[in-house]
């Protein structure tokens, strides 16, 4: 199997998110082996919590699986370039590689917006981007199409939340 076999894998579960009108991110965890033992996809809504990205719920379930807060060796797979916020957790917990779909050129952290393989910490990730990009940018883009003109007409900080 392949990065692109993993990386559809990763778009079934972005699908998932997007019929649960969440940002439609997925990710999955390999083990050492090439073994998937996590997967996820954004909660942020459902959860009510603004850390519930694909990629920590990923890490989390993959923690859990192997009883390690240490994922040395492991590979994660995720629809779109990680935030700073899951970079951090990516480092912490040691992922050896990380292969992502589209870029996100406002909030990417593994060099779209910053790279943060490059600020000297103790832990640097193998990264590969842009595998299934056109797909994974085409479920962002048809989901955010769809969300147009939706938002309540409010200012503040629950500005960005759909009306249910």
Do not use: W
Not at 88 to 99: F, H, P, Q, S
Not at 111 to 138: F, R, T, Y
Not at 143 to 155: P, S
């Amino acid at each position: 199997m392949d990065d692109e076999y993993f990386m559809e894998l990763c778009l079934v579960e972005a699908m998932h998110a997007f019929e649960d009108e969440e940002v439609p991110v997925g990710a999955l965890i390999l083990d050492k082996k090439g073994k998937v033992i996590s997967i996820a996809h954004n909660l942020t809504r459902q959860k009510n919590s603004p850390t519930a990205h694909a990629e920590i719920l990923a890490i989390e379930g993959a923690s859990k699986a192997l009883n390690n807060f240490r994922l040395t060796g492991c590979t994660m797979f995720c629809s779109k370039e990680p935030c700073t916020m899951c970079a951090g957790a990516i480092i912490e917990a040691r992922i050896k590689r990380l292969v992502f779909g589209c870029f996100d050129k406002k909030a990417g952290a593994f060099g779209s917006v910053i790279d943060i393989n490059n600020i000297g910490l103790n832990h640097k990730v193998d990264v590969i981007g842009g595998i299934l990009k056109e797909q994974s940018e085409e479920i962002l883009k048809s989901f955010f199409k769809k969300r147009r003109g939706t938002e309540a007409v409010i200012t503040g900080p629950t500005r960005n939340r759909l009306s249910r």
